[in-house]
């Protein structure tokens, strides 16, 4: 068993380090990505963009494995099994994983699993996100559920939460860092041309 604090408390400092806010790790086991290894899964942000583009996944993506391996070394092995490592940035339809999340993002869609069910015995929920509010260690979040209307829930209690990728919310994130896109498409055309050839 993969002890997920522990690799929290780990890859935070390194995160932290090059500038970016790490929003999850989680680790995904060899049947939930269909592969021979399971998969650790690390995804964070510039806080200025809300984005990692593909340098900062390399860059972080190097500072994590040469942690873990000088990890390994002393003696501490964080995890036992082979696995691959997977840097990203959390997209539009982003997980909701930290408070700040919840406050950030209020006024658009998501859909929220709870561990314990709300009114009417659901524990799935999807409709716009008020808020969240409370004292640290017991706050509550708020949600206009499309079935059952406004209801109020322990953050405690959300097994899972994230964004639903709506035009609003693609309007209201901040644009894309499009720098060298234009390198990628007339390289593309480049191939292109010397396929056909």
Same mark, same amino acid.
């Given at each position: 068993?993969?002890?997920?604090?522990?690799?929290? +408390?780990?890859?935070?400092? @390194? !995160?932290?380090?090059? =500038?970016? /806010?790490?929003?999850?790790? $989680? %680790?995904?086991?060899?049947?939930?990505?269909?592969?021979?290894?399971?998969?650790?899964?690390?995804?964070?942000?510039?806080?200025?963009?809300?984005?990692?583009?593909?340098?900062?996944?390399?860059?972080?993506?190097?500072?994590?494995?040469?942690?873990?391996?000088?990890?390994?070394?002393?003696?501490?092995?964080?995890?036992? +099994?082979?696995?691959?490592? @997977? !840097?990203?940035?959390? =997209?539009? /339809?982003?997980?909701?994983? $930290? %408070?700040?999340?919840?406050?950030?993002?209020?006024?658009?869609?998501?859909?929220?699993?709870?561990?314990?069910?709300?009114?009417?015995?659901?524990?799935?929920?999807?409709?716009?996100?008020?808020?969240?509010?409370?004292?640290?260690?017991?706050?509550?979040?708020?949600?206009?559920?499309?079935?059952?209307?406004?209801?109020?829930?322990?953050?405690?209690?959300?097994?899972?939460?994230?964004?639903?990728?709506?035009?609003?919310?693609?309007?209201?994130?901040?644009?894309?860092?499009?720098?060298?896109?234009?390198?990628?498409?007339?390289?593309?055309?480049?191939?292109?041309?010397?396929?056909?050839?």
């Amino acid at each position: 068993m993969v002890d997920i604090a522990r690799l929290t +408390e780990v890859i935070e400092p @390194e !995160v932290n380090a090059l =500038g970016f /806010d790490l929003v999850r790790v $989680r %680790i995904f086991g060899k049947s939930e990505v269909g592969d021979d290894e399971i998969a650790l899964q690390i995804m964070a942000e510039d806080p200025k963009t809300g984005q990692l583009v593909l340098d900062d996944c390399a860059a972080l993506s190097h500072r994590i494995s040469d942690r873990m391996d000088a990890l390994e070394e002393a003696g501490e092995t964080l995890i036992e +099994e082979a696995y691959r490592l @997977e !840097v990203s940035s959390p =997209g539009i /339809d982003r997980p909701l994983t $930290r %408070i700040k999340d919840y406050a950030n993002w209020a006024g658009h869609e998501a859909k929220i699993n709870l561990i314990n069910p709300v009114e009417g015995n659901r524990k799935g929920l999807h409709g716009d996100l008020v808020g969240i509010e409370g004292e640290a260690g017991s706050e509550v979040v708020t949600l206009e559920d499309k079935k059952s209307g406004r209801v109020s829930f322990p953050l405690a209690d959300v097994q899972s939460a994230r964004l639903i990728l709506t035009d609003r919310l693609i309007a209201a994130s901040r644009p894309q860092d499009t720098s060298g896109a234009d390198e990628i498409v007339g390289g593309a055309d480049d191939i292109l041309e010397e396929q056909e050839d």
